[in-house]
């Protein structure tokens, strides 16, 4: 058993970025470890996919280039997408 809660959908919903990024980090490593070590367990893949789209929606590395080179630049850009709940932005 993980010594942390896994992030769940309605969970990530109600977390911002700045708040889900380190939880993903944990449970990443919770995850790497059991691939690595062959130890995933019948169940584990449908945690493991709810894990892998909560990342995909809150890590998307295209929209951080986009942020860095707008600020880089001076253009603005949208800070609710870092300040505001996944679920009231409507993305999870």
């Not at 992030?7 to 990443?28: C, S």
Request: glycine share 4%; charged share 30%; proline share 7%.
């Amino acid at each position: 058993m993980p010594s942390f809660e896994r992030l769940t959908i309605a969970e990530a919903r109600t977390l911002t970025r700045a708040e889900l990024l380190p939880r993903i980090e944990e449970e990443q490593k919770y995850w790497y470890d059991r691939i690595h070590t062959c130890a995933m367990q019948p169940g584990d893949d449908k945690a493991f996919r709810t894990f892998n789209d909560i990342v995909h929606i809150a890590a998307n590395p295209y929209r951080a280039i986009s942020d860095t080179d707008a600020i880089a630049e001076g253009r603005p850009f949208d800070r609710d997408y870092w300040t505001k709940p996944l679920g009231e932005l409507g993305e999870l």
